[in-house]
Antibody
């Protein structure tokens, strides 16, 4: 069974940093673009960032640009989201999600496999 | 406020047919970008239901179908079942300045 597993969430103070990880089981992440999508408690979905299979193409939502950094280590079959200067409005469940191909083609992308999510709470 | 507009809620009795609309604009659905639909059961991650407007992953029952016309898209569910009670989201791409990957605000389906 194909699974994505996120980790690294938790309670953090405003202005601090946190790094999320996404690992795969039953799937080689290296072959796919991977994205982060978040969902504030009780709210809708928001695309955060995406990275192509070879890290050659990266995209960010305006709401996180300059604060968040996506990266991947194909040798470890993992994708990361480094979140700096966190704000209360970043509080959400963060899901990693697999794109349908290798390239970061945002115009045609969709998410066919999702992790279970990790909760980030930004609060003092 | 989401760029893609969905009704907050819809409902139907078991066995009935319901539709969920997703209304966009000339910078997203109306520009020809494809629409996807996701189902999110309570307390779980979203699941891909429809991709490229009207295609179903093999694991999704054919009771679910999608369509697109002009600046809108729709998800239809026939033979409604209790297990279909969930939140449904549409997703597309927007070419405006605030664009990239966009989602609708979600629609809560209640099976009466």
């Amino acid at each position: 069974e194909v699974q994505l597993v996120e980790s690294g969430g938790g309670l953090v103070q405003p202005g601090r940093s946190l790094r999320l990880s996404c690992a795969a089981a039953g799937l080689t992440l290296n072959d796919y673009a991977i994205h982060w999508v978040r969902q504030a408690p009780g709210k809708g979905l928001e695309w955060v960032s995406g990275i192509s299979w070879n890290s050659g193409s990266i995209g960010y939502a305006d709401s996180v640009k300059g604060r968040f950094t996506i990266s991947r280590d194909n040798a470890k079959n993992s994708v990361y989201l480094q979140m700096n200067s966190l704000r209360a409005e970043d509080t959400a469940f963060y899901y990693c999600a697999k794109g349908q191909g290798r390239w970061l083609q945002l115009t045609v992308t969709y998410f066919d496999t999702w992790g279970q999510g990790t909760l980030v709470i930004v609060s003092s | 406020q989401s760029v893609l507009t969905q009704p907050p809620s819809v409902s139907g009795a078991p066995g009935q047919r319901v539709t969920i609309s997703c209304t966009g604009s000339s910078s997203n659905i109306g520009a020809g970008y494809d629409v996807q639909w996701y189902q999110q059961l309570p307390g779980t991650a979203p699941k891909l239901l429809i991709y490229d407007n009207n295609n179903r992953p093999s694991v999704v029952p054919d009771r679910f179908s999608g369509s697109k016309s002009g600046t809108s898209a729709s998800l239809a569910i026939t033979g409604l079942q209790a297990e279909d009670e969930a939140e449904y989201y549409c997703q597309s791409y927007d070419s405006s300045l605030s664009g990239f990957v966009i989602f609708g605000g979600g629609t809560k389906l209640t099976v009466l």
